[in-house]
């Protein structure tokens, strides 16, 4: 059974940081592509940051240079350092796992909630 479980969200006040840690079991993690997306109230959920298989990373404009993206394959976790963190990067944090296996295999956690607020 495949499972991610997302933590470290939280409330935070404007221009303080979090880190969120996602583990995962039940893959193979080395060979998946780790993404962290986010979705606020009626918004769609976006794609915040991803790192492949190989270790390239992508952000979305809004977190280059605030969030960096890392994995440890040793402890099947993906991490989403955030820092200058701003109210309009509230939303729940998911984390999401991408590999071709036996046809493309997608999985998703439950989501955290990042909350940031004076």
């Known amino acids: 059974q495949v499972q991610l479980v997302e933590s470290g969200g939280g409330l935070v006040q404007p221009g303080g940081s979090l880190r969120l840690s996602c583990a995962a079991s039940g893959i193979i993690f080395s060979i998946y592509d780790m993404g962290w997306y986010r979705q606020a109230p009626g918004n769609k959920r976006e794609l915040v940051a991803a790192i492949r298989s190989v270790g390239s990373t992508n952000y979305a404009d809004s977190v280059k240079g605030r969030f960096t993206i890392s994995r440890d394959n040793a402890k099947n976790t993906v991490y989403l350092q955030m820092n200058s963190l701003k109210p309009e990067d509230t939303a729940v944090y998911y984390c999401?796992?991408?590999?071709?296996?036996?046809?493309?295999?997608?999985?998703w956690g439950q989501g955290t909630q990042v909350t940031v607020s004076s």
């Open positions: 999401n796992a991408g590999a071709y296996v036996l046809g493309y295999e997608e999985y």
